[in-house]
């Protein structure tokens, strides 16, 4: 059989498997859906460009607004240090290091995760959609899963030849911006990949999950890391409404301290685990210096700030040079 035909009866064969399917009572979205798979023939050719597409869409789109703001002073008042807003040749050359992994390293990931995890019963083509309640359980359980896989990998990536050969890029910036989210050595996007990943991968062996569910978590996920790394605490960021919540606040010590904080999403493996106590020495610090300049000027506030930070600062350096010969700080 030729190559042409083999690809003629592959389509034939998959939009066979749509025959009994009532399309008059899916959505529009899943109609659409459907017209793209009907389109393209290959449903691994179909979800493998989806699914890059959606990632790059989310992670870039994601990253313009913080770059807008980042060319606007007002919103100085709100970032976490203030004296450090990227430049654009910082940008262009975080957003070049980031378009490499996403195409060496991500595509190839993201190409073979969904052959791999239909394999194991995942939906990918199917309608109708799952429904609401049965994404939300889903979710959670990936935001968990990821959390602790990343406060463990994390940690290892802090130690001697690990940190001096891999994850030393990611801290490049000891002041994070949106884009630095994925600005990492490619073995550091495979591993803490992993975590992102293999929820889902999990999920396949108890329970029925669609790629919809996790288009939704990867676009979340992306969201929930490259606003950690925004530089900004604003007044409706979400750790302030939802305290255990990480968010920039608190990843932004982690790249100014290079210690403490090694989660993602959440606080709380940092709190049990105590790698959170230099940075709650440091808040309780800033609160009682306000404390005791309750009459100061702002001007003389931002000094006791900034005073601070490079305190912090100064030791994180030196905790750096400590974990490139494998102390644990």
Not at 54 to 59: A, G, T
């Amino acid at each position: 059989m030729s190559f042409h035909n083999s690809t003629a009866a592959v389509a034939s064969s998959f939009i066979d498997a749509y025959t009994g399917t009532d399309f008059s009572s899916l959505s529009w979205l899943e109609q659409q859906w459907v017209a793209w798979y009907v389109w393209v023939g290959n449903p691994i050719i179909a979800t493998g460009l989806m699914s890059f597409l959606m990632h790059e869409l989310v992670y870039f789109g994601r990253c313009v607004p913080w770059i807008i703001i980042d060319s606007m002073p007002y919103f100085r008042k709100w970032k976490l240090q203030a004296g450090k807003v990227p430049s654009a040749a910082e940008q262009w050359e975080c957003t070049k290091q980031v378009l490499f992994t996403h195409f060496t390293v991500e595509l190839p990931l993201i190409w073979l995760f969904h052959p791999t995890a239909e394999g194991l019963g995942m939906h990918t083509y199917h309608v109708p959609f799952p429904t609401v309640k049965t994404m939300i359980p889903q979710l959670l359980f990936f935001f968990v899963f990821e959390d602790f896989f990343h406060f463990c990998a994390h940690q290892a990536l802090h130690i001697g030849p690990l940190y001096k050969h891999i994850h030393k890029i990611h801290h490049k910036y000891s002041a994070p911006f949106g884009l630095a989210a994925e600005y990492a050595h490619p073995a550091e996007v495979f591993i803490l990949g992993a975590g992102t990943i293999c929820g889902p991968l999990l999920a396949c062996f108890f329970t029925q999950l669609h790629i919809v569910t996790v288009y939704l978590w990867i676009t979340l996920r992306l969201f929930q890391a490259i606003d950690a790394h925004s530089g900004y605490d604003f007044p409706w960021s979400l750790h302030n409404i939802i305290p255990f919540w990480s968010g920039a606040e608190h990843h932004d010590f982690h790249h100014m301290a290079f210690v403490n904080n090694y989660s993602t999403s959440f606080r709380w493996w940092d709190r049990i685990c105590g790698t959170d106590k230099k940075y709650q020495e440091y808040r309780a610090k800033i609160q009682a210096s306000k404390n005791a300049m309750k009459n100061a000027s702002k001007e003389q506030v931002k000094a006791m700030e900034a005073k601070l930070m490079a305190e912090v600062e100064a030791e994180g350096i030196r905790a750096e040079k400590a974990a490139e010969v494998g102390k644990v700080e």
